[in-house]
């Protein structure tokens, strides 16, 4: 095993804002399945689109030997996002090779459309949980979300899938957009309170620059909990860890919690442990960045890895990233990186 140099764990251990790396998304490909209206709206993602040549993506041993040198860094936990992570082939794979990282807490995140046909071999790779996206279950809702036609019916028999398979515990994912889905709120917290998943809802985010976003499209986690509050009482419960992106909430009047990701209305920078690795090995310290580090070059060049350590060292240890924080206060449009690409 590589030693690690002090210099690198030194500067890698707190950003600018005293913030540890802790937290690590890797997007394992820049395409999906969907054309989900909040993320790679058809207009911006058509059929002309340019996505990635293979060679350009990380391979999976060029992962694997990053997510090995992150864990030196202190990461703890791998997140593997897109893109639609499952049309990656041979994506179990990649997960097998990540698994066999001692320590390490490894998800996905996913829309589920593939789920049913490969939870079991994603178990049996080794993965350990999973989060899916769901954003109603009104299949013309759903539908108009998705905007590829694709049923509710089929991402709960994915969800269902994983929960045969032991993929436990599942979080739900639903992204609320003003006028589109806030009616959803409530039937998606009773369905998946029954079911025993932790649904969780996010404020709809201005990432990227195609989706239009608007602040008045914004359902703030405030008014999220207080529809579902009227109908089945919430509490407030104390976060699993610090730095948890989601602020609990549980039932007041018997089992089950929901979480709600305020990152428009609560910005929570402040408790960011979160690097991003894009498709093609680009590192991220924040999801609203507009430039990234090239990872790729160093693995590609034949570079040590005392010097990869080094250079994700040094860029964690320069971070001052508070995008949310300080939403609305630039004077000049950001060109920012979109979801799809820098991984969600
Ligand atoms: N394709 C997978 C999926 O949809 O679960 C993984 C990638 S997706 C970019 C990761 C998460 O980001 C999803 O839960 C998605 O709903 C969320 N997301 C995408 N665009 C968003 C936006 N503009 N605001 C808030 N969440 C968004
Ligand atoms: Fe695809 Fe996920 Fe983006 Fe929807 S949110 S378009 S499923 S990457
Ligand atoms: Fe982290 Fe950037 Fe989001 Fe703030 S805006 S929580 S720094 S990813």
Request: net charge positive; proline share 4%.
């Amino acid at each position: 095993m590589t030693l690690m140099p002090s210099a690198a764990l030194n500067a890698a251990s707190r950003d600018r804002l005293g913030r540890p790396l802790r937290d690590l998304r890797i997007s394992v490909t820049d395409r999906c399945n969907f054309r989900c209206v909040y993320c790679m709206p058809k207009e911006k993602f058509g059929a002309d689109h340019q996505f990635l040549e293979r060679k350009a993506l990380l391979s999976f041993e060029e992962i694997t030997r990053l997510a090995r040198l992150f864990t030196q860094l202190g990461i703890e936990k791998i997140r593997l996002t897109g893109g639609e992570p499952l049309v990656r082939r041979g994506i179990e794979q990649l997960i097998g090779m990540l698994a066999s990282i001692p320590g390490l807490d490894l998800t996905l995140t996913t829309n589920g459309s593939l789920l049913a046909r490969k939870a079991t071999v994603l178990r049996a790779a080794g993965l350990k949980r999973v989060t899916v996206s769901l954003d109603s279950l009104d299949d013309a809702v759903f539908k108009a979300m998705n905007d590829v036609d694709f049923p509710v019916a089929k991402v709960i028999e994915g969800i269902d899938a994983a929960a045969a398979a032991g993929l436990t515990p599942i979080k739900v994912n639903m992204v609320v957009k003003r006028g589109v889905n806030e009616h959803s709120i409530l039937p998606m917290a009773k369905f998946f309170r029954e079911r025993g998943h932790i649904l969780r809802f996010i404020e709809y985010m201005d990432v990227g620059v195609t989706n239009g976003w608007r602040m008045d499209d914004v359902v703030s986690a405030r008014e999220i909990v207080d529809i579902v509050s009227r109908e089945m009482p919430l509490e407030p419960a104390d976060p699993n860890y610090t730095g948890e992106v989601a602020e609990r909430w549980r039932y007041s009047d018997g089992p089950g919690e929901i979480g709600v990701i305020a990152s428009v209305t609560q910005a929570f920078c402040r408790d960011c442990t979160r690097a991003r690795i894009s498709t093609e090995g680009q590192l991220y310290t924040c999801l609203f960045a507009t430039s990234g580090h090239d990872l790729r070059a160093l693995l590609r060049g034949g570079a040590s890895d005392e010097a990869i350590l080094a250079r994700i060292g040094g860029v964690w240890g320069a971070r001052d990233d508070r995008y949310s924080e300080i939403r609305g206060q630039q004077t000049q449009p950001l060109k920012k990186i979109e979801m799809s690409y820098i991984g969600g």
